[in-house]
T-cell receptor, first 112, second 112 residues
Framework: SQTIHQWPATLVQPVGSPLSLECTVE??????LYWYRQAAGRGLQLLFY??????ISSEVPQNLSASRPQDRQFILSSKKLLLSDSGFYLC???????????FGPGTRLTVL | KQEVTQIPAALSVPEGENLVLNCSFT??????LQWFRQDPGKGLTSLLL?????REQTSGRLNASLDKSSGRSTLYIAASQPGDSATYLC???????????FGKGTTLSVSS
């Protein structure tokens, strides 16, 4: 069966510091991968999606970037965090575009 | 721009009651619609996915319907239990299948 992992589970970072969140999927090959953010009082918003290694599409302009160095690894990064980057970051995978998306446990990021 | 609305924002019911959660979307050109459950501080659990060509989908005590022309979906929960207490999220796939657009959710509390 497929499993999706995210780490760390929680993170507290100062403004201006760098960020790296990691997501890995087990039990499937060539999944579509997604990064979402859930900010306080707001709905989930898609940040990035990837249909293959090195292929990243950005949905909204922002202070973040994503990379997919391996088939089942998706990384969310920032060079300098802003207060507005605080939120709950969720990684998801699907077999194809439009298929059921399965979510990881999330990373709670607090920027102080 | 697609917008997804869920009403009510919160709902409290006694155990055993049947209930309906509502979801509406502004653009009927969707790929499909997915219902999720989110427990506090946790990731999302996929409940049901309805293809745009389908009218309804059932899983156990859950039944989801889709009326694409009117931009509405409902999630029916039969014989509610305290373990059903969670936030229920509705999301539509855009026509390209690349992005899920989420509502803000309905927080359900089932009392014993």
């Amino acid at each position: 069966s497929q499993t999706i992992h995210q780490w760390p589970a929680t993170l507290v970072q100062p403004v201006g510091s760098p960020l790296s969140l990691e997501c890995t999927v087990e039990g499937t090959s060539n999944p579509n991968l997604y990064w979402y953010r859930q900010a306080a009082g707001r709905g989930l918003q898609l940040l990035f999606y990837s249909v293959g290694i090195g292929q990243i599409s950005s949905e909204v302009p922002q202070n973040l970037s994503a990379s997919r160095p391996q088939d089942r690894q998706f990384i969310l990064s920032s060079k300098k965090l802003l207060l507005s980057d605080s939120g709950f970051y969720l990684c998801a995978w699907s077999l194809g575009l439009g298929d059921t998306q399965y979510f990881g446990p999330g990373t709670r990021l607090t920027v102080l | 721009k697609q917008e997804v609305t869920q009403i009510p924002a919160a709902l409290s019911v006694p155990e055993g009651e049947n209930l309906v959660l509502n979801c509406s979307f502004t653009d009927s050109a969707i790929y499909n619609l997915q219902w999720f459950r989110q427990d506090p501080g946790k990731g999302l659990t996929s409940l049901l996915l309805i293809q745009s060509s389908q009218r309804e989908q059932t899983s156990g005590r859950l039944n989801a319907s889709l009326d694409k022309s009117s931009g509405r979906s409902t999630l029916y929960i039969a014989a509610s239990q305290p373990g059903d207490s969670a936030t229920y999220l509705c999301a539509v796939h855009n026509q390209a299948g690349t992005a899920l657009i989420f509502g803000k959710g309905t927080t359900l509390s089932v009392s014993s």
